[in-house]
């Protein structure tokens, strides 16, 4: 059995910067971002997916989106992804771009 809900990074090839989400179907939802689904990350089309965890329950989730957003997150990031992104040349910004959106 699949874990519904899922928290995901993308790094946009476009800006070098990454966005921080939550989703219960991640194809559908990087396939909205991909083909400028979403308004708001539109203008930063391509994005590619380097991370996502799952969760059993959306509160969890939930949580865990909001901590990737805050500063001890970002390290944490930092920290867990170092050889993305490295290889991606992405160079951690005093703030990670991310936007609030709904669950789809």
């Known amino acids: 059995m699949a874990l519904p809900y899922c ?3 993308l790094f946009s090839e476009k800006d070098h910067l990454l966005y921080i989400g939550f989703t219960t179907n991640l194809e559908n939802r990087l396939n909205r ?8 990350t539109a203008p930063r089309i391509p994005f590619q997916l ?6 059993l329950f ?13 500063s001890a ?5 930092k920290l867990m992804l170092a050889t993305t992104f490295e290889k991606l040349g992405y160079k951690m910004p005093e703030q990670v771009i991310s936007i609030e959106e709904t669950e789809e």
């Open 7 to 9: 928290v995901y990074v």
């Open 33 to 40: 971002h991909n083909t400028g689904g979403n308004k708001s």
């Open 50 to 55: 380097i991370f996502c965890e799952y969760y």
């Open 58 to 70: 959306k509160d969890d989730a939930l949580k865990r989106e909001e901590y990737f957003k805050t």
């Open 73 to 77: 997150g970002k390290r944490t990031l």
